[in-house]
């Protein structure tokens, strides 16, 4: 039998010492699963909906490092608040004061990462780089100080071509690289988001910080949420 903990140990062998972070996306998979997760040693868990996250972060060990890595709506920012360790899809300034404002609430300086879109499919979210060269620019982020932003992340385009997946990639750690040299509130950016099951190699070969993976370690999902 193939248990959980050979899949991971073979995935982590494919990493070859990579030094970054590997979250583990656990969307859709039962409790019982991430406790085995958590039992082999995983701490990195990504969720991509708020009541999901929410519920699973009730019943399990406090050390869990939740991601929160779905587009997440300024209403549900407070269910997440108290406990979320990264907020990996932050795309717009009305999401960036809300959770500024949670963070108040909380007394806690809550983090995240914005979301950029570098695919060519239109429906993906996150802003356009123009988009984050200006609210950079007009120092937006200095208003809201419970709110950190460490850096970046990004989805590429899904499709079989390497090629266009590792220039999509590579831009985004240009970009990342550009506003960390350009902009006071990004000079102490340390963190790089991207790469899934598909395509976590490219990402790597990009020089990025954190991985999202789920299907190549855990299997195929039911479902596939959107
Ligand atoms: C589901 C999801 C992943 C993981 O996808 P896999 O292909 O199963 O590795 C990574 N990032 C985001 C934003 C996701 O929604």
């Known amino acids: 039998m193939h248990t959980l903990q050979q899949s991971v140990k073979e995935f982590k062998n494919k990493l070859n010492g990579w030094p970054g972070t590997l979250v583990a996306v656990t969307k859709t998979h039962p409790v019982a699963l991430l406790e085995e997760a958590y039992s082999i040693g995983l701490r990195d868990f990504g969720e991509n909906k708020v009541q999901e996250?929410?519920?699973?972060?009730?019943?399990?060990?406090?050390?869990?490092?939740?991601?929160?890595?779905?587009?997440?709506?300024?209403?549900?920012?407070?269910?997440?608040?108290?406990?979320?360790?990264?907020?990996?899809?932050?795309?717009?300034?009305?999401?960036?004061?809300?959770?500024h404002k949670q963070g108040l609430v909380h007394n806690r300086v809550i983090e995240g990462l914005l979301q950029i879109h570098i695919a060519e499919e239109e429906h993906k979210f996150g802003l356009k780089p123009e988009a984050l060269h200006t609210l950079l620019a007009e120092e937006v982020l200095a208003h809201y100080p419970m709110l950190r932003i460490r850096g970046l992340m990004g989805m590429a385009t899904y499709t079989d071509d390497q090629a266009q997946i590792q220039k999509e990639f590579n831009g985004l750690q240009a970009l990342w690289q550009t506003c960390k040299a350009n902009y006071a509130?990004?000079?102490?950016?340390?963190?790089?988001?991207?790469?899934?099951?598909?395509?976590?190699?490219?990402?790597?070969?990009a020089g990025t910080t954190h991985i999202r993976v789920g299907s190549a370690i855990f299997g195929e999902r039911n479902y596939q949420p959107k």
């Open 53 to 99: 996250l929410s519920a699973k972060a009730e019943t399990l060990p406090q050390d869990i490092r939740w991601h929160m890595i779905g587009h997440l709506q300024s209403n549900k920012v407070k269910f997440i608040a108290p406990f979320v360790h990264l907020i990996h899809t932050i795309d717009s300034e009305s999401l960036i004061k809300e959770i």
């Open 185 to 205: 509130m990004a000079n102490d950016w340390d963190t790089l988001s991207m790469g899934m099951s598909g395509d976590y190699a490219l990402a790597i070969s």
